[in-house]
C-alpha cells in the first residue's frame, strides 16, 4: 500500500494486488460512516490498474482504520453464517426428504384436479362455440332464403 495523497481531509492511497472487491466494499463501508464527505476509487486500467482509493473526510485515517474493521467483522459475520448454514443442512436433511414427500403427495393431486377442470372447461367451451357457430349457419341460411324468395317474387 502506497500513500499517495495525506493531508488533514484528504487521503488517497494507491492498494498494490487488489480489484473492485476490496475497493468497493472498503468505499460502500467509507460513505456510511457520517464524517465522510466522499470516498472513491479508480483503476486506470483493466489489467495492469493498481486501484487508488480517495477518501475526503474529518479525519480520513481514522475513517479508513473504522472501515476496515467493520469490514473485518462483517466478513467474520458472514464466514460464520456460512459455516452454521452448512452444518444446519446436514441435520435438517432427513427432516426435508419426508416433507418433500408429503409436498409432492399434495401438489399430484392438486394437478390432477386441475387436469380434470381444465379439461371440462375446454369441453364446455367447445360445445359452446359448436352451439354457436351452428346458430351462424342456421341463420345465415334463412337470411338467404328470404334474400332468394324475394328475387324470385319479383
Known amino acids: ?11 488517497e492511497i494507491e492498494i498494490d494486488g ?19 464527505l466522499s470516498a472513491a ?13 480517495y477518501i475526503n473526510a474529518k479525519n480520513p485515517r481514522k475513517s479508513l482504520k473504522n472501515a476496515s474493521e467493520t469490514l473485518k ?5 458472514f464466514k ?12 435438517k436433511s432427513k427432516k426435508s426428504t ?4 408429503t409436498k409432492s403427495k399434495a401438489k399430484k393431486s392438486t394437478a390432477s384436479k386441475t387436469k380434470k377442470k381444465t379439461t371440462k372447461s ?15 349457419k342456421k341463420s345465415t341460411a334463412s337470411k338467404t332464403k328470404k334474400k332468394t324468395s324475394k328475387k324470385s317474387k319479383k
Request: net charge positive; aromatic share 2%; with cysteine.
Open 41 to 53: 476509487y479508480v483503476i486506470e486500467h483493466p489489467i495492469v490498474g493498481e486501484p487508488k482509493l
Open 18 to 36: 487488489e480489484s473492485h472487491t476490496l475497493c468497493n466494499a472498503l468505499r460502500k463501508i467509507l460513505m456510511e460512516d457520517k464524517d465522510v
Open 1 to 11: 500500500m502506497k500513500i499517495i495523497k495525506d493531508t488533514k481531509k484528504e487521503l
Open 80 to 91: 460464520d453464517l456460512v459455516s452454521t448454514v452448512g452444518t444446519d443442512t446436514k441435520s
Open 122 to 136: 375446454k369441453t364446455s367451451a367447445a360445445s359452446k362455440t359448436k352451439k354457436k357457430t351452428t346458430k351462424a
Open 73 to 77: 467483522s462483517r466478513c467474520e459475520e
Open 98 to 101: 419426508k416433507k418433500k414427500s
